[in-house]
């Protein structure tokens, strides 16, 4: 079997039509223009390529964007006092802090400053706890406003548009991070999936895998998962971007992996490409929330 590779990268346009439609339509009535503040404290070089990207996609979307680069040697009462002054900004909607932060600054504290109502990217303690909270686990539809992390998400979002199967499934994320696999895995069981969550103290972590119906791996670690931990028809999110050599690899074996999954993400051009667009989307739905206010 080979499987269909699903390809982030048309779906990614496609939902960044979509909301330059959605964009256009919201100004027009609001007389506003969504918009989203990039906090970087020094010049680490993944985060400066990050902001970029973000810049050409928000730029292309017609929504706003803003750079607020803080130089290394800032101290964490600068970076608190700037994400003070955009928490009060009423022309920015969504805040993201770039890490890492340098050393000297913490980055609970900085994250723990902005408004949750600005924090697009999910990392808000009030977020994080609201997605670990919603319904069916715990709270009613409709009671939480929260945003979801954009990369968990534009993951979910692969899953929904390819109509997989999730309610009752087998689903293991490899990885625990706030940013990618602890938010999928809430995604994951907010879908009633049966979730499995590992980490690196995991004990026979390829046999865990190996009763995935639906595995993602966000760990970081280059082609770590091979093809013979993957169930036969399973489906495969690869959140991992790695560099090898000269070429980028996620952390599943994909070349392996494809002959025995039925449906997987390629790296590049998989999770990588929706993340920007989740991002746009809830960089929206703050702006929407701030003109219902
Ligand atoms: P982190 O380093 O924060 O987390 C990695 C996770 O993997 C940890 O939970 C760690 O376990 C686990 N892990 C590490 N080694 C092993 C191992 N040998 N076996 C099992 N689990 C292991 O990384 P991120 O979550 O930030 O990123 C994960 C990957 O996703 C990276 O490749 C990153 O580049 C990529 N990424 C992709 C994005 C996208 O847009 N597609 C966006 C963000 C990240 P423990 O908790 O025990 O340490």
């Not at 959605?22 to 007389?31: I, L, R, S, W």
């Not at 993951?155 to 999928?184: D, Q, T």
């Not at 025995?260 to 929330?289: C, D, H, Q, W, Y």
């Amino acid at each position: 079997m080979s499987a269909t590779i699903l390809d982030g990268r048309p779906l990614a346009k496609t939902i960044a039509e979509e909301l330059a439609t959605e964009v256009a339509e919201f100004k027009q009535k609001h007389g506003f223009t969504p918009a989203i503040a990039v906090v970087r404290v020094g010049e680490d070089p993944a985060s400066v390529s990050y902001a970029k990207m973000i810049q050409k996609s928000f730029e292309k979307g017609g929504m706003g964007f803003g750079l607020h680069a803080l130089p290394e040697a800032a101290s964490e009462a600068e970076v608190l006092a700037l994400v003070a002054d955009l928490n009060a900004d009423e022309d920015v909607h969504g805040i993201i802090i770039q890490e890492p932060l340098p050393k000297g600054i913490r980055p609970e504290v900085i994250v723990e400053a902005m408004s949750p109502d600005k924090d697009v990217d999910g990392v808000h303690p009030a977020n994080a706890g609201r997605l670990a909270q919603v319904a069916p686990v715990g709270r009613p539809p409709g009671v939480s406003d929260y945003f979801v992390p954009a990369t968990p998400a534009g993951g979910l979002e692969i899953l929904k548009r390819h109509n997989v199967e999730i309610k009752g499934e087998r689903a293991v994320v490899v990885g625990r991070s706030n940013i990618v696999g602890k938010p999928m895995a809430l995604l994951l069981l907010r879908e009633d999936a049966t979730v499995t969550v590992c980490h690196s103290r995991t004990a026979n972590l390829d046999a865990i895998c190996r009763e995935a119906d639906i595995l993602c791996a966000g760990v970081g670690r280059a082609q770590m998962i091979k093809g013979d931990w993957i169930k036969p028809g399973a489906v495969v999110i690869d959140f991992g971007f790695n560099q090898l050599g000269d070429k980028w690899v996620g952390d599943v074996d994909f070349e392996a992996a494809r002959e025995v999954a039925s449906m997987i993400t390629p790296v590049p051009g998989g999770t990588g490409s929706m993340t920007n667009v989740m991002l746009m989307k809830n960089v929206l739905e703050a702006a929407r929330r701030q003109a219902a206010r």
